[in-house]
């Protein structure tokens, strides 16, 4: 017999196991001779193994046994933070086809987006047809995450979320919701192609359905008075312009020149430019007038003109109060670019003062209504968002008709930047605010800055009142007086003779500027800021527009101090700041002056705000406070107030405002000359301040020669006219 022998091979290296590459030997211990099957078995199951361990290493196949479905949910834009590629192979470029999606849906330009079953020009027509009567909105859409959803084995496929906002009315209203893309990549080159369905644009639209827009304007707000009576509303006018359709068309150019000569605009030929430039079926407006106003106009008679009537919100007059309130109209170019596509040139706009300023609360906001309906024909429509339109607020402001309008009339003669400003001491209502034509439009009587002059003189009584002086304490009232080598002298116009030691009183009636600044020593300069911001100078103001409070330095020193104390050196005040210290002294108290009632309300709704139930209903508590903010300075003391309104009363009895001294009642003021800039002698504005029972009034005239002078007769005029 043949003794067949078997060698055990020697273990792998370290592992005490296995067969090193390459190695055979014969079977050890098969006594029989032949294949050793249980060997072959053994070393079968652990090569299976061994390449069961390298796919799912190296080829990352699943371990175990497959689900049903394999899905895996990423966004868009999620990496891996070492390799800097997408997390899932399996939704390679997948992402990038997504955000191409939300694009194309946005913007209607489909032409980078691949589909399956359509063409980019199918996609186009049919987004077109759906989106068409939401025009002029477009919507913004974004990707929301990306949802791998195909069978193991099968081509990759994935739900792609998107995001739609668009901005509705106004542009704060948003209509948001959301929608779902199926994406496929049929073929191994890795492209991306999208499944066409309206529902793409919106998850309720069927098939032949599309949107539709519709914006409904709301009333635009009114301004009104305490009184109830209209500021400001819907009047009457007449839009004159050339129709160039009614032109001929080689009369075109010299009819536009005739017209725009014969209503008096600035630049004639500018006018005949826009017609040029315009197409040519248009009408092109040359001016707007009021429908009372249309006598006033002799137009010439050419072919072409034409006159369309219409309604825009007007004050009483084309220059009541016109600085404050501002006008409205047509919005130009820059407001319908910054509107986001709100505004077109059909609406109505704030352009200047209050209507600017509170447009978006008198403008209100507009209502919408989006619906899908069949794309063509007639059928029933079914509304997906809707919103009535919200008109704009009433706007509650505290001018008297008759008081503005008599306080322009008194300023009508006046061609240099003159205002007139008017308040109620008793409830602190500014009544009047009036600019002259010398203005070019520009609000003096708020907005000015100008040296006081000697009207700041009652600021200087009260801060010697308060020194321990009394109104018949004796001041030296001298020709000249010297302060740190500066000579101070009196007005052009002292009375001669009137020098001499006399009570404050009469200096006050003189307006004696060596009397008032011999005292310069007595009260320091924090001591007259203090006094001004007892009457309410250099207070801040709360009356819901731009106002300048004055400003009355707490630190000059040497001539500038002594200067202050004849309202010069660093002193600046508005023809409105003298007003409220006019009424202040009136009234026995420092007056919070209001303007715009329901300011709280109104700056409520332009800031897309509820406004309070309080503010609403214009109660107290909603009446913004004009009050020093932050400020421990004592308002003005009845008494001395009282004092105050004696002297000023001597002012007119027996001293410079003597112009009003025929008005009946007791009528008290005091005039004022300020100096500016250079020259010699410098030129000079003039002032007026006076109160007449429950009427403050302030006159304030650039270029005026005297207080008494010029300043003296308007003041007359308006008390004359109120009065009576």
Not at 322 to 349: F, K, M
Not at 465 to 492: E, H, K, W
């Amino acid at each position: 017999m043949t003794q067949r022998r078997s060698v055990q091979p020697a273990p792998w290296p370290g592992t005490g196991r296995g067969l090193p590459p390459q190695h055979t030997a014969p079977s050890q211990g098969n006594e029989g001779g032949g294949f050793n099957w249980k060997m072959a078995i053994v070393i079968g199951i652990a090569v299976v193994a061994v390449v069961a361990l390298v796919a799912v290493l190296v080829f990352k196949v699943p371990w175990g046994p497959p689900a049903a479905t394999a899905t895996k949910t990423v966004t868009a834009t999620a990496t891996d933070a070492t390799t800097q590629k997408p997390v899932d192979p399996g939704l390679e470029g997948a992402d990038q086809a997504a955000a191409a999606l939300a694009t194309a849906l946005a913007t209607g330009d489909f032409a980078a987006v691949g589909f399956n079953q359509a063409t980019s020009a199918d996609v186009t027509a049919a987004w077109q047809t759906i989106t068409t009567g939401m025009a002029p909105l477009k919507p913004t859409v974004t990707v929301t995450g990306l949802t791998q959803v195909n069978e193991p084995g099968d081509s990759p496929k994935a739900d792609v979320g998107l995001a739609y906002t668009w901005a509705l009315g106004d542009g704060t209203v948003l209509w948001d919701y959301e929608t779902v893309a199926h994406l496929v990549s049929p073929d191994a080159d890795g492209v991306w192609l999208a499944g066409w369905d309206p529902t793409l644009v919106h998850p309720d639209l069927a098939a032949a359905e599309a949107l539709t827009y519709a914006s409904f304007k709301p009333e635009r707000g009114s301004i009104v008075n305490t009184a109830g009576e209209l500021i400001v509303g819907e009047r009457d006018i007449i839009r004159i312009g050339l129709n160039k359709p009614d032109t001929p068309a080689d009369q075109i150019d010299a009819n536009a020149l005739a017209l725009a000569t014969a209503v008096g605009l600035d630049d004639p030929q500018a006018y005949v430019a826009r017609v040029q430039a315009s197409g040519p079926q248009a009408f092109v407006e040359a001016i707007t007038v009021r429908a009372e106003d249309r006598a006033n106009y002799e137009l010439p008679e050419v072919e072409g003109i034409m006159e369309i009537t219409g309604v825009l919100p007007l004050a009483p007059t084309r220059t009541f109060a016109r600085e404050l309130l501002g006008t409205a109209g047509e919005p130009t170019a820059e407001i319908i670019e910054n509107s986001g596509g709100t505004l077109t040139v059909n609406d109505v706009v704030g352009l200047s003062g209050l209507q600017a300023q509170y447009d978006k609360a008198l403008r209100g906001s507009s209502g919408y209504l989006i619906s899908k309906g069949p794309s063509q024909g007639s059928g029933i429509s079914t509304a997906l968002k809707e919103e009535l339109p919200q008109d704009g607020i009433t706007l509650e402001i505290t001018l008297d008709v008759a008081m503005q309008q008599a306080a322009e009339a008194a300023l009508a003669e006046t061609t240099s930047a003159s205002a007139l400003v008017a308040i109620r001491p008793s409830t602190g209502e500014v009544l009047a605010v009036a600019n002259g034509t010398g203005s070019n439009w520009y609000n003096t009587a708020m907005l000015g800055q100008y040296a006081p002059g000697s009207t700041f003189k009652l600021v200087s009584s009260l801060s010697l009142l308060r020194a321990g002086l009394t109104q018949d304490s004796v001041l030296p009232c001298t020709d000249t007086i010297t302060v740190d080598g500066r000579t101070f002298t009196n007005y052009a116009d002292f009375p001669s003779g009137s020098t001499g030691d006399i009570p404050m009183s009469r200096a006050l009636a003189l307006s004696c500027n060596t009397a008032f600044i011999s005292q310069y020593e007595l009260v320091s300069q924090q001591a007259l800021s203090d006094a001004a911001a007892a009457l309410g100078i250099g207070v801040p103001m709360s009356l819901g527009t731009d106002a300048f409070a004055g400003s009355v330095p707490a630190d000059s020193t040497g001539t500038t101090h002594a200067a202050s104390f004849i309202g010069q050196g660093d002193v600046l005040v508005s023809p409105l700041d003298m007003a409220v210290a006019a009424a202040s002294i009136a009234a026995g108290h420092q007056v919070t002056p209001k303007l715009v009632l329901n300011q709280d309300e109104a700056e409520a709704a332009v800031n897309g705000q509820g406004a309070t139930e309080e503010a609403a209903e214009g109660t107290d508590e909603a009446t913004p406070s004009a009050t020093a903010t932050g400020s421990t300075v004592p308002g003005i003391t009845a008494e001395e107030a009282a004092t105050l309104r004696t002297m000023m009363r001597g002012v007119v009895t027996s001293g410079s405002a003597s112009v009003l001294a025929d008005l009946p009642g007791e009528v008290g003021a005091k005039t004022g000359t300020a100096e500016y800039g250079s020259g010699s002698p410098p030129p000079t504005n003039a002032w007026m301040v006076a109160i007449d029972g429950d009427l403050a009034v302030a006159v304030f005239v650039e270029g005026g020669a005297g207080g008494a002078r010029v300043a003296g007769p308007i003041v007359h005029q308006f008390l004359a006219t109120v009065a009576g």
